[in-house]
């Protein structure tokens, strides 16, 4: 595969970052970032160590789902500079687009702390519920411990909803989550 692997259209978030499609260079950048343990730990379905096939394989099934989609439901967080530094993307399931559809979203360590996935947050969410019709709301579960995660989505607008005891099942263990929702204004 050369150049973009989906389409590379462009959400400007600030001067310096933006949300884009994904690229089959971005493969080292993956692999780097995302061999984190913290990134696994706060995240469901990210594998570690990430390796090179993890990265292709990812690829390949955002391919497959934009396809079968027909729209773009995972985006990278770009850096003017360094390339792909993050994720974030519509956790879609047999259903498709939901009223309250559900996002994901991960960022690369050195790019933490800086706002940056506040403010990813914010124009992507914005950009759902206005594209995608039916939309009417953005939620995020994460992890009861993450509290990182869950300062960020206060900090874009979200409000806590609820806990929702045993919501996730990782490493054969069950894990409490908080839902953050951000409603169509």
Sequence with gaps: MDGDVIPNYRIAVDEW????GYH???EDNLVSYLNDLTIYQNTLNIPYPYGYDDAACWL?????????LGFQPNWTIRHHDDGLIGGVGLVIDED????????GYWLAHP????????????????FCINHFEGVEAICAHVFTF???SQAVLLKAGFKREELVKAFYKKNDKTLDA???ILKKT
């Design 17 to 20: 970052i933006y949300l884009g």
């Design 24 to 26: 089959t260079n971005d």
């Design 60 to 68: 390949t099934n955002i391919v497959e789902l934009s396809e079968q």
């Design 96 to 103: 498709g687009l939901r009223a309250n559809q559900e996002i």
């Design 111 to 126: 790019y933490r702390r800086q706002g940056i996935m506040t403010s990813v947050l914010k124009v992507f969410s914005h």
């Design 146 to 148: 993450n509290e990182p």
């Design 178 to 180: 908080d839902r953050f």
